[in-house]
């Protein structure tokens, strides 16, 4: 069984904002966001992996971002993931 990948919008207030959560099999794993302050190309789309080891960088396209994360997501984390509790 494949992992189970889906997306959030990161402030569900603002329904324009092209912003979005990654999460695997329900943790936050990554975000991606449309990066209106660069202004060198129509569309950027920044990218980063929280897990370990973390990265960041640029796409063209938001699949492409979307990519990016998938790709680079590991299981390993620097600290137990927000919302994890240990079983005693």
Known sequence: MGDRWTRVQTFAEIESADDWTVLRN???????????????????????????PSANSYAETLEKALEQVRARASDKWGHPPYGWKTLA
């Open 26 to 52: 329900g943790l936050v794993v990554g975000r991606v966001f449309k990066d209106i302050t660069q202004h060198n190309r129509p569309e950027t789309w920044r990218w980063s992996v929280i897990t370990i």
